[in-house]
């Protein structure tokens, strides 16, 4: 039996809180700016980071979460919930997420972002309440099937973007501000054939 002890594991995510601005290789340019900020007490809402290592380990094991991953990132989904006092997949009060990649260099335009993770057909009505804005809750949902789509399905952004042209162009309108809520739910709608 050997005396030497194997280098302890690092954790496979870490809460803003817990990370800091010199850990670029462990946390991304991202992460650790986001947890530096946190630790500079400007208002960053929480959230966690998923380190370099278990992305570099989710391709090593052909394209799957490593073991316990998936445990500890709904763990740290119930602790957002309890920090934020809003539930994901709650129509009443929803938790949206963002999920954005990061590297351990800076690679601008180069990564994914999905914003507004948690949105759904309940959940937007809640967002709408909570806001009192129709108009921005469906645009805001409009905008996370556009980047969903285009992220995780693969499906072309040119093909939203070509509805919403196309949708513009029918109501007589240049801008996307332009747009009421019933219009963005027609759109939404029109978004279900792809």
Not at 51 to 59: K, M, S, V, W
Not at 137 to 155: C, K, Q
Request: net charge neutral; hydrophobic share 40%; proline share 5%.
């Amino acid at each position: 039996m050997s005396d030497v002890l194997a280098p302890p594991a690092t954790k496979a995510l870490y809460f803003f809180e817990e990370g800091s601005g010199d850990q670029k290789d462990l946390l991304g340019g991202k992460g650790a700016g986001s947890a530096e900020m946190t630790r500079a007490g400007l208002p960053v809402p929480p959230g966690f980071i998923i380190t370099t290592e278990q992305c570099l380990e989710f391709y090593r094991v052909g394209r799957r979460f490593p073991d316990g991953l998936q445990d500890q990132v709904r763990a740290a989904m119930r602790e957002l919930e309890k920090r934020t006092e809003k539930g994901f997949g709650v129509a009443a009060n929803p938790l949206l997420v963002s999920v954005r990649s990061g590297a351990r260099v800076s690679m601008p335009g180069m990564m994914d972002t999905i914003l507004n993770l948690g949105l759904n057909d309940e959940t937007v009505a809640g967002l709408a309440k909570l806001t009192g804005n129709e108009r921005f809750a469906f645009d805001a949902y409009r905008r996370f099937i556009t980047m969903f789509s285009s992220v995780v399905l693969e499906i072309p952004k040119e093909h939203f973007d070509h509805l919403l042209d196309a949708a513009k162009t029918k109501l007589g309108v240049k801008t996307d501000p332009q747009l009421g809520a019933d219009d963005w739910k027609a759109l939404i709608r029109s978004t279900s054939r792809w």
